[in-house]
């Protein structure tokens, strides 16, 4: 033990902080093999053909399956997405409820999206009036699948949000309606998609785990360091005796 005195205080903060610095790490790594599984799921998905709402209802796993739509757009209640950017520009994402006759259900269809460049002026847009034949993706925010949203009633359309909360929207209109928001495929009605599938690639949570492991190393290396130097100075104290 002569050998190796770190003391109280350093040895209390690295078992405080060397375990939490490992599990960070490791749920960087976690967190890109989610991502890695979400990608996978969706480039299967993109591939396989669209099935209809009826069919989506019984489906396991919903996010970013196709679907097929067929029925109108309703122009009066559009919910733009505010604070949404392509390169660089400010914009909305514009959402307006579609009814898919099919299944009798409403559906909260992301058109996406478009410029806007005062924000003093509400964008302008067309919304086709007749019966439409489309094929969208069903989009699930990650982590939040089943969660139903509550918002405050707002007055006024077209309504600007921060969030798509699509079973508050039926909720307000008294619609029976999908509890997902449906992304438009390119296509007549669309507007400009590209949606990003994630926020952050599986390399940066890598990354980041790197960071986090090499954090955890370098405050293990000083602890270690602090123990040898405490011991070798405490066997060069001289001794004092008194005759």
Request: contains cysteine; aromatic residues 10%.
């Amino acid at each position: 033990m002569n050998a190796f005195r770190p003391g109280l205080l350093p040895s209390i903060l690295v078992l405080l902080l060397f375990p939490c610095l490992i599990a960070l790490g490791f749920w960087q790594l976690a967190r890109a093999e989610e991502k890695r599984e979400l990608l996978a799921a969706h480039q299967a998905q993109q591939q396989a053909a669209p099935i209809s709402i009826d069919e989506l209802e019984q489906h396991p796993n919903p996010a970013y399956t196709r679907v097929q739509l067929q029925g109108f757009f309703d122009a009066r209640h559009t919910v733009l997405l505010d604070n949404r950017t392509r390169d660089g520009k400010a914009g909305v994402e514009v959402l307006q409820p579609f009814y898919d006759q099919a299944s009798g259900l409403w559906l909260l269809l992301n058109r996406g999206w478009l410029p806007w460049p005062d924000r003093r002026i509400p964008p302008t847009f067309a919304t086709p009036d007749t019966p439409l034949r489309l094929q969208a993706t069903v989009y699930v925010p990650l982590g939040e699948a089943f969660q139903l949203h509550s918002e405050p009633v707002a007055t006024g359309w077209p309504r600007l949000v921060t969030e798509v909360k699509p079973d508050a929207l039926w909720q307000q209109l008294g619609r029976g309606g999908l509890s997902y928001e449906v992304r438009l495929e390119p296509g007549p009605a669309s507007f400009q998609g590209d949606w990003p599938i994630i926020a952050m690639s599986p390399d940066k949570h890598i990354g980041y785990a790197v960071q986090w492991f090499a954090l955890a190393a370098a405050l293990l290396g000083l602890f270690i360091y602090l123990g040898l130097f405490n011991a070798r100075e405490t066997r060069h104290e001289p001794s004092h005796r008194h005759a």
